[in-house]
């Protein structure tokens, strides 16, 4: 999107009218992430986490490397569906993003996008050594080092690839984590909502989007 | 391919031919007859593959090296037209009347190296990064390991005790 | 098709020039990102559309998302330190990044591989491919609708995986042939089990016949879809099956034979008119062609022998100032690595020429213009671009 996109600007209409538009006002919201509190009745608080470990709805965005492995995934040698693992298109029908890999400056942009748009309770699970420090491309100009420093993860996968059981052995984890009642990566998110804006800020230098997308 | 190098030798100004292998040739051209020289080969020689267009940074002779690799798929030949630049003023005639995937490399050039093409068409729209402000990166003078430690934060490794070191330090401390 | 030549009044008016002139303010047009989160993009790169109505009127891509820096770290590590660096290169397809590296400084350096090398390497390039246009046709089918083509075809690649960790150990980045030879040769019993793997591929093969290429709805959207011109050929450096479909007999294996090549037999597959379809089917042709040369290697590859030539001490090798370019046929065109060294132990410069740097930005811009929104997908995947190798 060129900049003049999003603009202050006066626009003529069809029908010859003239009126002002600014779309970083008109078409996004401006309001901060919310922290959600645990509901105080605790075998419904029970019941709600074990139906959120069951049905992990992961956006199908591979960002890096660890793509390729996510597909013998969904064959049935690897079968994840069993697990009620699906794969979605949109951010706002899923609630996992997996990060796979490296992930390089202009692909942040796009993820801290498409992870602000996603509905709660959301998750991170992060896949490969890159994401942990760097891996193999540490010296590299444009590819971040520490995944943490920018959005919350919930799950490490180690490996360069991990390996499809190493995939599912993560998801177990990822449920173990949600039973429990300590997937807490959003709320995580939104405690520290200025700190992770100033790293994301510090390193993605043409900010065009709002503060929080909805 | 020795009766190729004899004519263009006639016609044009060009060094002694580098043999890599017995159908891939190495020549050095000027500047100034470069794009006269591709054109030739491609219209009337028949190298009409065009295979890469990149650049070589000698930072210590203060130039650039482009090279154009041109490709004559009949004859299976291979010749590297090599160019030299002078690295201050980096700028190079474009080819993109010849073959129209090369805007694409000489897009790249520009942002990686900062050689321009001027009247190469979307020349200045950035391909690969966005929001650089830095020196052009595949530059020889560009450390990417420093920018690295500064602008994203590396994660401290892990503290190892290496048991030469340390008795080395303990048996001549004055070393 | 439709002869939408019929609705030209309708489209924009057209500069002297012949470009478009589109006004965005005029709300008759509308501009979409087909952007990098999106299930019908092969990989991370994304397409600027703009369209008036269903219709594509012009188109720019961007990639730049996994760009990673290679040619810069190569630089700054020792040549057998760039070794697994440079398998990472185009994701789906590592091996070709390995022979066409190692291949390179051997011939600088002048050192000749033994005969079992060779022919070890061969057949790991021929599973490579193998693995790769099975996947492929699983995006392909997938890109129009029919998503069980990609479970059966992903199904087998997984099986020919496994052939690939009984010889080097890793599924996805094998890493198995370093400058100077290859790591192993194939273990007891690869035979039989190769040939178990390969009847299971041909099996496959005949189910997709019958659902993806005798389907009627799969012929109707793809038939005279993206077309490539075979004068397009030359002046946007397409390589490939892209070209083979268009009718220019250009393999790199045929015409410039390397490793053992020379003493297999086949011959260069090319179709007549180059559409999706006929990109497909051509590509199917490919992949039996594929399991054919396999087993022909199979019978004459040498079981034991010298796998590694003698090689100086990798720590602190210097090879001396040259330059050289090798190339080798990859399944989406001619895959190449220009490599300059200096004398001393690190290299210059390594650039490596990816056949999608070509197709998917000017050839797809050039294509994409005319095309229903609906069918850029399938145009997309047709032909057959892995994002990574485009940016590095």
Known sequence: MSKNDLDKRIVTGPDGKQFEVDPMQDYFCQERPKVHEPSANKIWEKFLNWARAESLWILGYGTGCGAIEMRPLMTPRFDAFRYGIQWRPTPRQSNVIVIGGYMSVKTLKRVIRSYEQMQGPKYVVALGSCTINGGMYWDSYNTINRLDKYLPVDVYITGCMPRPEALLAGFEELKKIIKKGKGEGQNLYAKNFDEYKANQKQIIKNWDMPDYNW | ?175 | ?392
């Open chain 2, 1 to 175: 391919m020795k009766a190729l190098i004899k004519r263009l030798k006639q016609k044009f100004n060009i060094s002694d031919p580098m043999y890599q292998r017995d159908n891939e040739v190495f020549i050095t051209v000027k500047k100034e007859d470069a794009v006269s020289f591709i054109t030739h080969m491609n219209k009337v020689e028949g190298f009409t593959h065009l295979v890469l267009l990149t650049a070589v940074d000698w930072l210590e002779d203060g130039k650039f090296q482009l090279t154009y690799l041109l490709n004559n798929n009949m004859e299976k030949m291979d010749v590297g037209v090599q160019v030299f630049l002078d690295r201050e003023q980096a700028e190079m005639e474009s080819i993109h009347h010849l073959w129209k995937q090369a805007p694409t490399y000489q897009r790249e050039l520009k942002e990686m190296f900062g050689i321009d093409f001027p009247g190469s068409p979307r020349i200045d729209e950035p391909f690969i990064l966005e929001g650089w402000q830095e020196i052009p990166p595949y530059r020889r003078d560009f450390d990417t390991k420093a920018y690295t430690e500064e602008t994203y934060f590396p994660r401290p490794g892990r503290k190892t005790h290496d048991p030469a070191e340390y008795m080395k330090q303990k048996l001549y401390p004055e070393e």
């Open chain 3, 1 to 392: 098709m439709a002869d939408i030549n019929k609705y030209r009044d309708k489209f924009p008016d057209k500069n002297p020039d012949g470009t478009n002139i589109i006004d965005m303010e005029s709300q008759k047009f509308i501009k979409i990102w087909q952007g990098p989160q999106h299930p019908g993009i092969t990989g991370n790169m994304s397409l600027e559309l703009i369209m008036q109505g269903d219709e594509v009127l012009e188109c720019k891509t961007h990639v730049g998302y996994l760009h990673r820096g290679f040619e810069k770290l190569m630089e700054r590590r020792l040549f057998i330190q760039n070794f697994p660096l440079c398998v990472r290169i185009a994701v789906p397809e590592p091996d070709f990044n390995e022979y066409c590296y190692a291949a390179t400084l051997e011939e600088l350096a002048g050192i000749k591989i033994p005969d079992a090398a060779e022919w070890m390497r061969t057949l790991i390039l021929e599973m490579s491919r193998l693995t790769s246009f099975l996947m492929h046709l699983g995006g392909q089918a997938g890109a129009f609708g029919l998503g069980v083509v990609a479970q059966w075809s992903n199904y087998v690649r997984d099986l020919m995986l496994d052939r690939f960790e009984e010889i080097s150990g890793g599924r996805i980045y094998r890493m198995h042939m370093p400058p100077g030879g290859v790591r192993g040769l194939t273990p007891d019993g690869f035979e039989a089990r190769m040939e178990e793997t390969l009847r299971t591929i041909e099996s496959t093969m005949r189910d997709i016949d019958k659902t993806m290429f005798d389907n009627a709805i799969f012929k109707r959207r793809t038939v005279g879809l993206g077309y490539i011109d075979p004068a397009m050929v030359d002046e946007y450096g397409v390589t490939g099956p892209n070209a083979r479909a268009a009718g220019i007999p250009k393999d790199v294996r045929k015409d410039y034979p390397y490793l053992k090549y020379p003493e297999l037999d086949f011959d260069v597959i090319t179709a007549t008119e180059s559409d999706v379809y006929t990109r497909t089917v051509l590509r199917r042709e490919e992949i039996l062609l594929s399991v054919d040369l396999i087993r022909q290697i199979m019978v004459k590859m040498p079981k034991s022998g010298e796998y590694m030539a003698k090689m100086p001490n990798v720590l602190h090798w210097k090879i001396p100032k040259g330059e050289t370019y090798i190339r080798a046929e990859c399944t989406r065109g001619e895959y190449g690595y220009y490599t300059v060294t200096d004398g001393s132990g690190y290299p210059r410069r390594v650039n490596v020429r990816g056949p999608s740097y070509t197709h998917a930005v000017a050839l797809m811009e050039r294509l994409a213009i005319d095309c229903n929104i609906a069918d850029t997908a399938g145009l997309m995947l047709s032909l057959h671009t892995y994002p990574p190798e485009i940016e590095r």
